[in-house]
């Protein structure tokens, strides 16, 4: 950690900030340039109180060098981590393909969708029933009954289902019905969430936050492996920018520089990104050839009664020639579709 | 509800349209434009399913003309409420002023600042004991235990305390021991807390969003006060923008413009906003100026000691002059201070 | 255009408002809602002074329903434009690929990397003589001679060349030399410089302002448009957002966003989008995917010793490489590589 | 500055670091850490390309501990620059206060809003003559004719004129009309434009970007006074947020801060910030209570049938009121008003 000390601060400041340092059992060294001293401190600056030592008066700006996320870095494990969930592999050569509602309205309707898409050879299946909804007065999902129809779903159907978990006191009982779970983007910052999940043994869909940057997202994956939950699926689902022609944007740029930071797969939910179907398909094709994983996508048989989301769904009739089209890009850039 | 055809769209693509709103029992005014045709839904728009509307082929665009949230609003409720609690009274005259540390670290700690902030005028106390911390190797909050210290000061001192709550298993506990609880930044769409914090009979805090929009701070306000608990006071701390020199950018016009849309009263927390203590003073001021309601301030007797935030709290020793400036303005825009 | 009115007003500020609609030739049709009384303008929008409107007292909101640009949109201009320059053509089948360094630095320098790129196959040339540097002590181009060796590149070599313009008293040298014109992203509203290139027969590549919106970029198409200039490619190089692992964000959703919006080209810089060269290839080949008509690349024979950008520069050792990638992409969605 | 070298870098790699540092004429120091090694350069780091030290391939981050504006910092020029036109002091105890129409419209337009400003006591009036605006067919601004309007309300009622230049060919004659000259925010970063102002003897406000940050904003101020005018007034006229209910959003933050960063004046421009004129007093107010040097306000007779940002205008009728409440913060932070 680089510590650059204030113009005019006085020795016994500076002083302070080499006690501070060598309190947490590293070694500071001390450079006075031309118009700024700084101190380096040597050692394991994780061990570094950040906060105290930027609370120090002669503390002008801390500079950190190491990358405060550990487990979930590349530097710490090398290779890819391939996730395996009932017999399918997510982060390997075949491409991961979720499809399915955004929110389980009916049994009719879940099993319309998922026949179609498992149709279409998609083996994991999406569907939501707790909802987050800016509004108390829109649907709020059909709750736990929703998860036994999921349940049915697999059983019937022998597709690998996952679900949202938004409450904690939820995050048993979704797990005992579903095989994967996602934390959404209005979560990625709920730590108490991110502990619970951590301590089940099924694999985690992390979605970015609306505004979060990288570093703030693999510090939630941190949260998650650190208590001891190493499944974690990293979902880009677009960021809030200036642009209103679509819902969020989409930061493509984020799964090349997430596969150079972390070994875990990296999937991206190009519906909620883009926010109209029109553009689903032109989306999810960039997001193989930038190397994602795997895409999370809303197929809906009837978007118009829908209960939400709609607009973004892809319809099931549309959905196999979107896979086809995919298809083509994912062998273009040495990746398998599932059949 | 004004909802924009598609150009080009089918004489049955219109009346899908139609029918879908007549169906919610609304009158719908189609209206051929040179460019377009437009239909107007004339009723309680509420009762739309915008969702379904958005995703039928021949909309283009749905423009809402009603704000969404209802009881929140100023035109449903036109006075200003003022909410008391254990004498205080916030949204009033007098101004609101919350003083106290980051996060609770001991009872010594507590209280050498309880005091000092008492003691300078000030009736309301802050102070987490669970925190919210971007790494999971950071201190967490001391808990259970630091609610009981709160207790303390308030049984010794007279103080009227805050603390923060984010795990929706503590909300009954530390309704228990404090007199207002606080919702976090991080927890603005947390639904499930909002909900159960809607359910207590004690005022809540709530902060806007990193990167929320006016609109959707008081949807989570609507969804407290939805479930009867009517007491919220929004407090404005800062957005998250490009600049560097601050933590956050302290959104100063949300203060007039919140004025306009809600009755609840309006706070500002400069020292998140700012993440820097030498312009605390400043944001107080202008805070004030703006028409705010009150301040939530942190303040630490030895920040460099404080395990969090020390960068961002006021000294105990700078406290007190720091007071008298925004007494001076708020004089000029006819407030008084706590005394 | 919608009018919304504000609740409570007056039967005088509705007749006003009804009064400035009608006076700009547009008939005037008041509905009164449950909550609000609207009033829809019916007409040529165009003709309507928002500005006037939105001024008067009794005006809640004004919602236009049209799209403010005109000769760029494809409701104008159904088909695709192809731009032919010199015999290359923009924005057809075969991919635009322009290679080339940040800024021209001398003759040696220049013909090094565009006999490199030309041998990779590729028609079109890039390289600055102007250089916007956000500091005045940074290198701030050649100048009027880098011209001149661009012009010898394409005389000796028959590559198309590129340059940008900044200073509005360089247009008319800078067309005199080079075959295409490019207006930066800092520059997207200087509106007397685009009315200028909006003067000249060349084709103009217009860049993306940092914080711009698709509406605000195509607004500035339609200002180089209007003067009769319609050779217009519009150029996508990525928006600030809160992210700092890149220089800026790709917003790779503007790709078939302006598909549907416009008939101009769009084309992608990942090179200043990214700021790094090691994901230069991958977001080339989603930005293919995603249905770009071209790729705007910074390539340089030694980038450790570039003035500026070297960074984000390929090297002419990656580029045939990275080239055969991006083309197995472009085959996959049924593009070709220019050869 | 502080140079990371990447995890694994060869010897030969950090060799190439040094050496580049040391061909600039500064020391080089070399620590090893248990994670990263790092590389101190001792000198003038000013002297460093740190462009060409980002491209080379050992280098993980390159962090500058100098701040990169020099004539505009504080730390240069310690105490406040009061700049003196025409008799009125800016940056001094005294408040500067502009009030004017957005833009100039017409002599007896004008007239009328000048007399009535300088009524309400203020000496200086803004106008613009040439309008940046968004689309190429909106009101264009007067020109030159528009400069002899304002010129003739300085010859007859003795106000201080300024205006904006946006064409870098106007200079000259708006420097030759009016006393002060105006660069807006799309132009902020148009750097010929900087030059030519920074070669000219008269005051030069400068409005920060919309998105652009602090940092960049005083190195555009720096580039005016690298050509020599070091009467620069920085404007604060809000940012880009992600809020809708304003225009943009009043960095109020950036008051102090910029305080602490330079000497140059500081006023803000609550009108452009707000884009609304019924929080304009709250903003202002705001705006001098956080230490501002002044404020530019838009005024207008007849906002109704202003050319450009009526609703954004306060009334002439309105602005005596708004000052006296403006007068009243003033004297609380120890400034005077105009009169």
């Known amino acids: 950690m680089i510590i650059v000390v204030k113009k005019g601060a006085s020795r016994e400041e500076v002083q302070e900030i080499v006690a501070k340092i060598e309190a947490s059992g590293l070694k500071a060294h001390v450079?006075?340039?031309?118009?700024?001293?700084i101190i380096g401190a040597i050692g394991d600056?994780?061990?570094?109180?950040?906060?105290?030592?930027?609370?120090?008066n002669g503390v002008e700006k801390v500079m950190p060098i190491v990358k405060p996320y550990k487990v979930a870095s590349r530097e710490f494990h090398p290779e890819d981590t391939?996730?395996?969930?009932?017999?399918?592999?997510?982060?390997?050569?075949?491409?991961?393909?979720?499809?399915?509602?955004?929110?389980v309205e009916s049994e009719e309707q879940v099993f319309a969708i998922a026949e179609a898409v498992?149709?279409?050879?998609?083996?994991?299946?999406?569907g939501s029933v707790y909802k987050p909804r800016t509004s108390p007065y829109d649907f709020q999902g059909m709750g736990d009954k929703g998860l036994k129809i999921l349940k049915k779903v697999k059983d019937e159907l022998g597709l690998v289902i996952e679900t949202e978990v938004m409450d904690i006191r939820k995050v048993?009982?979704?797990?005992?019905?579903?095989?994967?779970l996602r934390?959404?983007?209005?979560?990625?910052?709920?730590?108490?969430?991110?502990?619970?999940?951590?301590?089940?043994?099924?694999?985690?869909?992390?979605?970015?936050?609306?505004?979060?940057?990288?570093?703030?997202?693999?510090?939630?994956?941190?949260?998650?492996?650190?208590?001891?939950n190493h499944k974690v699926i990293l979902c880009e689902r677009g960021i809030r920018t200036?642009?209103?022609?679509?819902?969020?944007?989409?930061?493509?740029?984020?799964?090349?520089?997430?596969?150079?930071?972390?070994?875990?797969?990296?999937?991206?939910?190009?519906?909620?990104?883009?926010?109209?179907?029109?553009?689903?398909?032109?989306?999810?094709?960039?997001?193989?050839?930038?190397?994602?994983?795997g895409l999370l996508i809303e197929v809906h048989n009837a978007p118009e009664k829908a209960?939400?989301?709609g607009k973004q769904s892809v319809t099931t009739n549309d959905f196999p020639a979107m896979l086809e089209g995919i298809g083509k890009v994912a062998e273009a850039v040495g990746r398998t579709m599932p059949k």
């Not at 996730?83 to 399915?100: D, F, Q, T």
């Not at 909620?272 to 193989?288: M, N, P, Y």
Request: with cysteine; hydrophobic share 45%; proline share 3%.
């Open 242 to 293: 200036f642009e209103t022609e679509t819902r969020f944007t989409l930061d493509i740029s984020a799964v090349p520089v997430l596969k150079s930071l972390t070994h875990l797969p990296i999937i991206v939910d190009p519906s909620h990104a883009a926010g109209r179907r029109d553009i689903i398909g032109a989306l999810s094709k960039a997001a193989v050839a930038a190397g994602a994983d």
């Open 307 to 309: 209960m939400c989301d």
């Open 82 to 103: 391939i996730i395996a969930v009932e017999g399918v592999k997510i982060g390997g050569k075949e491409l991961a393909i979720w499809g399915g509602p955004c929110s």
């Open 172 to 180: 048993e009982i979704a797990a005992k019905y579903v095989d994967i």
């Open 45 to 56: 600056e994780r061990k570094l109180n950040v906060t105290q030592l930027e609370a120090l």
């Open 31 to 37: 450079s006075k340039g031309e118009e700024r001293t």
């Open 118 to 126: 498992k149709k279409a050879g998609v083996k994991l299946f999406r």
């Open 183 to 228: 934390v959404g983007a209005r979560n990625m910052q709920n730590f108490d969430l991110l502990k619970e999940v951590g301590k089940i043994n099924k694999p985690v869909i992390l979605k970015n936050g609306l505004s979060s940057t990288i570093k703030e997202f693999l510090m939630s994956a941190e949260y998650i492996m650190s208590e001891g």
